[in-house]
Nanobody
């Protein structure tokens, strides 16, 4: 099973930016996802990188960008124009986001003034 480790979370003011990284223990293959879970809420899909195409939830499209560096076995999530409602634990996962074959431990993102 692929091991995934997220990093890059933290506290940022509204309108700020963060870049999350997801380092994999092996090759990035297939669909790689970012999902998040806000306090008291369920898991929410954020983005999927198929290796060719990127897909985004309506709530983040135009503000977030997913990329992958296959040479470094790393997935990224560039988050700009952050809003308070983006506050959540962010996870990367592999496969179908509803039933992933691997998922990291998450990194906390807090957007607050």
């Amino acid at each position: 099973e692929l091991q995934l480790v997220e990093s890059g979370g933290g506290l940022v003011q509204p309108g700020g930016s963060l870049r999350l990284s997801c380092a994999a223990s092996g090759m990035l293959t297939g669909h790689m996802n970012w999902v998040r879970q806000a306090p008291g809420k369920g898991l929410e899909w954020v983005s999927t990188h198929t290796g060719v195409t990127q897909y985004y939830a309506d709530s983040v499209r135009g503000r977030f960008t997913t990329s992958r560096d296959n040479a470094k076995n790393t997935l990224y999530l560039q988050m700009n124009s952050l809003k308070t409602e983006d506050t959540a634990v962010y996870y990367c996962s592999q496969g179908a986001w509803t039933q992933p074959s691997a998922r990291g431990q998450g990194t906390q993102v807090t957007v607050s003034s």
